[in-house]
C-alpha cells in the first residue's frame, strides 16, 4: 500500500466562542481566540490518499487531480476568507482546527474516485495541527450564526 499527499494552503480568519455561554466563560475558554472581530491563520492542508499505483499510470491518483479538487471544492471556500461569516458550511459552527477538518473530510471523500482518502492533516500554526481519519465525529451546530 503506498500513501500519497497533496499539500495545499489557504489564509482566513475566524473566531472562536460558543454562543450559549457569555462573555467571560468564552474568554476563560478561548483566550485572545474570542476577540470579537476574529483573528487569522494562514493553514496548511495535506490530503493523503492510500492505494495501489494504477498500473497503466503508475499514479495511486494524479496529483493534479487532487489538487484539483482541493481547490474547486475547499480553497474556493475557505481561503481569505472569516470563517464564522463566509462560509456556509460551517455556519453554526465553531470553526475549531478540528471542526473545520471533519468537515472538509466530508467535502473531499466523496471526489476521490482513485485510492482511498486516508489522512487529513490541518495546521493552524506550523506548530498546531490536527490529523484526522475519517472516524465518525459529531459536530454541533448552533442555531445562531456565529
Not at 463566509?86 to 476521490?112: A, M, Q, Y
Request: hydrophobic content about 35%.
Amino acid at each position: 500500500m503506498l500513501f500519497i499527499t497533496k499539500s495545499v494552503e489557504f489564509s482566513a480568519s475566524h473566531r472562536l466562542y460558543n454562543p450559549e455561554w457569555d462573555f467571560q466563560k468564552n474568554q476563560e475558554v478561548y483566550d485572545k481566540c474570542n476577540n470579537p472581530n476574529g483573528h487569522g491563520h494562514n493553514y496548511v492542508l495535506e490530503v493523503t490518499v492510500k492505494g495501489k499505483p494504477n498500473p497503466d499510470t503508475g499514479y495511486v491518483i494524479d496529483l493534479k487531480k487532487l489538487k484539483d479538487i482541493l481547490v474547486k471544492k475547499v480553497l474556493i471556500h475557505l481561503d481569505h476568507k472569516h470563517l464564522n461569516v463566509d462560509v456556509d458550511f460551517l455556519k453554526g459552527v465553531i470553526p475549531t482546527v478540528e471542526n473545520i477538518s471533519v468537515l472538509i473530510w466530508d467535502i473531499v471523500k466523496p471526489h476521490i474516485t482513485d485510492g482511498e482518502l486516508y489522512k487529513l492533516k490541518l495546521y493552524e500554526t506550523p506548530n498546531s495541527w490536527v490529523e484526522y481519519y475519517g472516524e465518525p465525529v459529531e459536530i454541533k451546530r448552533f442555531g445562531n450564526e456565529q
